[in-house]
């Protein structure tokens, strides 16, 4: 599995697939040709039939400004990866360099024949019993499990956290419509402002977790700083969590950072083990995945055991499993803003029931399976239902006709 660093990205979103990918492609494309006279970048698969939506050929003109950009949103691609792009970099008729990229999902990129090596393994275990096997056999917890293979990652954490935080506290301060043609509501100070004056307990949490979940997503949507959670489309999940046990429940500051390091270790063996693309396996590989690495964090947070961490990330994968991505119009705003809130009251659902169950029997399916479910059910999902925005939700609801 590759480093916490690849898993938590801070960036612009509002997608990591879409405008994180491409934006780091084009600053390291960048920095190998100098004094060019123009660009022109290809964009194809997801990425060419969601890149508008997702502001990917903004994104690529604002990194490669002010050298003048072309972007073509292209439909024969030859490489065998459901996204990517084609940089190329031009001193006027002379073509100087040539770079074919992959979209890996999560902000992750893999250059063609190139030097750059962005999927290092740093754990040598490559499922949750290897490394139940490896914490058992040195006496390690999940976040000493982490600490031993990456050191130095604390403060490296801290540092995304501490944007998770401001991408929490920002989104509450904004009213008004999102950004793209689908004028959208923003909704989250309405929820923070629902949630202060409600006299129920339950309730109150409820609509907290809600505000502080659109509060990011909506971030996200209007091209602002969020952290891939594992993804940007998922962004809003696991810091509505942190955000709510650190400024509601009073968890210091180390108990977050030790609750993301467990989160991603869920969030990693996801990405080795199936995808966090929404582009290759549906939205159970990034809202799905962002669930789970909630679910595991929170019971890590509530105190329990291995098996009962591993039994509430597995609930809250399976009952994601098959979930499509048909964002509307491309923008990831509906069904992904809505959905995020759902998730994170699903991964508080999915604790309390893998505590609850525990007492009685064991969890039937183990984590490591419900991933390798999650893979085989994206293969089988059809491209249209796989952030092409070619059906469901993207072809059936006419926004036109409706108030948003
Ligand atoms: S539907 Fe899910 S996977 Fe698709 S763009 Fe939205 S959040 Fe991402």
């Given at each position: 599995?590759?480093?916490?660093?690849?898993?938590?990205?801070?960036?612009?979103?509002?997608?990591?697939?879409?405008?994180?990918?491409?934006?780091?492609?084009?600053?390291?494309?960048?920095?190998?040709?100098?004094?060019?006279?123009?660009?022109?970048?290809?964009?194809?698969?997801?990425?060419?039939?969601?890149?508008?939506?997702?502001?990917?050929?903004?994104?690529?003109?604002?990194?490669?400004?002010?050298?003048?950009?072309?972007?073509?949103?292209?439909?024969?691609?030859?490489?065998?990866?459901?996204?990517?792009?084609?940089?190329?970099?031009?001193?006027?008729?002379?073509?100087?360099?040539?770079?074919?990229?992959?979209?890996?999902?999560?902000?992750?990129?893999?250059?063609?024949?190139?030097?750059?090596?962005?999927?290092?393994?740093?754990?040598?275990?490559?499922?949750?019993?290897?490394?139940?096997?490896?914490?058992?056999?040195?006496?390690?917890t999940l976040?000493?499990?982490?600490?031993?293979?990456?050191?130095?990652?604390?403060?490296?954490?801290?540092?995304?956290?501490?944007?998770?935080?401001?991408?929490?506290?920002?989104?509450?301060?904004?009213?008004?419509?999102?950004?793209?043609?689908?004028?959208?509501?923003?909704?989250?100070?309405?929820?923070?402002?629902?949630?202060?004056?409600?006299?129920?307990?339950?309730?109150?949490?409820?609509?907290?977790?809600?505000?502080?979940?659109?509060?990011?997503?909506?971030?996200?949507?209007?091209?602002?700083?969020?952290?891939?959670?594992?993804?940007?489309?998922?962004?809003?999940?696991?810091?509505?969590?942190?955000?709510?046990?650190?400024?509601?429940?009073?968890f210091?500051?180390?108990r977050?950072?030790d609750a993301?390091?467990v989160?991603?270790?869920?969030?990693?063996?996801?990405?080795?083990?199936?995808?966090?693309?929404?582009?290759?396996?549906?939205?159970?590989?990034?809202?799905?995945?962002?669930?789970?690495?909630?679910?595991?964090a929170k019971a890590f947070l509530d105190g329990h055991s291995m098996?009962i961490i591993?039994?509430?990330?597995?609930?809250?994968?399976?009952?994601?499993?098959?979930?499509?991505?048909?964002?509307?119009?491309?923008?990831?705003?509906?069904?992904?803003?809505?959905?995020?809130?759902?998730?994170?009251?699903?991964?508080?659902?999915?604790v309390?029931?893998?505590s609850?169950?525990?007492?009685?029997?064991?969890?039937?399916?183990?984590?490591?399976?419900?991933?390798?479910?999650?893979?085989?059910?994206?293969?089988?999902?059809?491209?249209?239902?796989?952030?092409?925005?070619?059906?469901?939700?993207?072809?059936?609801?006419?926004?036109?006709?409706?108030?948003?």
């Amino acid at each position: 599995m590759e480093s916490l660093k690849e898993l938590y990205k801070a960036g612009p979103g509002p997608s990591s697939s879409h405008t994180l990918a491409p934006m780091r492609a084009c600053e390291l494309f960048k920095e190998h040709v100098k004094d060019v006279t123009h660009y022109e970048v290809e964009l194809y698969g997801s990425l060419s039939l969601t890149g508008k939506g997702h502001f990917t050929d903004a994104i690529i003109e604002k990194t490669l400004a002010p050298t003048p950009t072309k972007v073509l949103f292209k439909t024969d691609w030859d490489y065998d990866f459901p996204s990517g792009l084609i940089l190329k970099a031009f001193n006027h008729d002379r073509l100087e360099l040539t770079w074919v990229v992959y979209s890996l999902g999560g902000g992750s990129i893999k250059i063609l024949n190139s030097e750059y090596d962005f999927q290092k393994s740093i754990y040598p275990e490559t499922s949750l019993c290897e490394v139940y096997e490896f914490c058992k056999k040195h006496k390690l917890t999940l976040p000493q499990y982490v600490y031993h293979y990456e050191p130095d990652i604390k403060p490296y954490l801290e540092e995304m956290l501490m944007v998770m935080f401001a991408s929490v506290r920002e989104g509450l301060k904004q009213e008004g419509l999102l950004p793209g043609t689908l004028k959208l509501k923003r909704v989250a100070k309405d929820l923070h402002f629902k949630a202060s004056h409600s006299t129920s307990e339950d309730k109150g949490k409820r609509l907290k977790l809600m505000a502080y979940s659109y509060a990011v997503s909506e971030q996200n949507a209007s091209n602002q700083t969020v952290v891939t959670a594992p993804t940007m489309g998922a962004c809003g999940i696991l810091p509505s969590l942190l955000y709510y046990a650190y400024y509601d429940l009073g968890f210091e500051k180390h108990r977050l950072i030790d609750a993301l390091a467990v989160a991603g270790i869920f969030g990693n063996l996801i990405k080795t083990n199936a995808t966090i693309s929404g582009a290759i396996g549906g939205c159970q590989a990034e809202v799905g995945s962002a669930c789970s690495m909630a679910a595991a964090a929170k019971a890590f947070l509530d105190g329990h055991s291995m098996r009962i961490i591993e039994n509430a990330a597995e609930i809250a994968m399976e009952h994601h499993l098959g979930l499509t991505c048909d964002p509307i119009a491309g923008y990831v705003m509906i069904p992904c803003i809505e959905r995020n809130a759902a998730a994170i009251m699903r991964a508080f659902d999915a604790v309390f029931m893998a505590s609850t169950l525990g007492d009685f029997k064991d969890n039937v399916v183990g984590f490591d399976e419900v991933v390798s479910t999650m893979n085989y059910t994206g293969q089988k999902l059809v491209v249209e239902l796989k952030e092409t925005s070619l059906g469901g939700l993207a072809t059936i609801v006419n926004v036109d006709k409706k108030s948003v």
